[in-house]
């Protein structure tokens, strides 16, 4: 006997549900917004994140390129923009940019992706290729952990000015961008999956993309948390050299 779909509100209650998942609860997460992260811990993970910060753009266009439907294309065109930048406005990409110098990194070492640990950068082309792969419904949806994203985006608002006073205010226009942004790409996003998941198999496998991206999220502060708190980077008991790959192809 098939079971029976949940209602769109019961799905979207369950959506939000797994809110209990995101990073914020990361014992790394917690201690940047607690102010107890060290200089070096927050320039990690400011370099860390900007990979995810560029491939973004790449998962967007991966669902653009899977989706037939023009109307759902002019719109989500919008998130492409909003990272990348368009004639005479920066994006999120430029912005994030301007963090890094704020907390003492130069653009330059961002760009070159010399920071990006391993664990972080397999996790970020995971959640690439699966937009790649999946259905533009699919992948479309699994951008709904932004159901989550203006809470954090505030929260650093709101404590690290308090906790890190030598960073530079103008690094924190990313987030104040986010804010909006997020709320409508939430709109738009949920939109897409409480009208395309109907039926109780295709909700649950809704679910478990969602938990996908809630993994890749973690999995990048895990390999943050083991070079940056427990000083157990790549080939730490080998050599204390930035030898592991930097973006080859596999």
Sequence with gaps: MSQIAMSPAEFE???RAKGAYYHTEHPFHRAMYAGTASRAQIQGW??????????IPLKDAAIMANCPDRDTRREWVQRILDHDGAPGEEGGIEAWLRLAEAVGL??????SQELVLPGVRFAVDAYVNFARRASWQEAASSSLTELFAPQIHQSR??????HYPWIDAS??????KRLKEARRDVEHGLRITLQHY????AQQRMLEILQFKLDVLWSMLDAMSMAYELDRPPYHTVTQARVWHRGIAL
């Design 171 to 176: 690094g924190y226009d990313y987030f104040r």
């Design 13 to 15: 209650q369950a959506l």
């Design 157 to 162: 608002l709101d404590a690290w000015p308090q």
């Design 46 to 55: 400011v370099a860390n994140r900007f990979y995810y910060q560029v491939s």
């Design 106 to 111: 130069p653009r330059e070492q961002l760009l």
């Design 198 to 201: 109907t039926t109780y198999a």
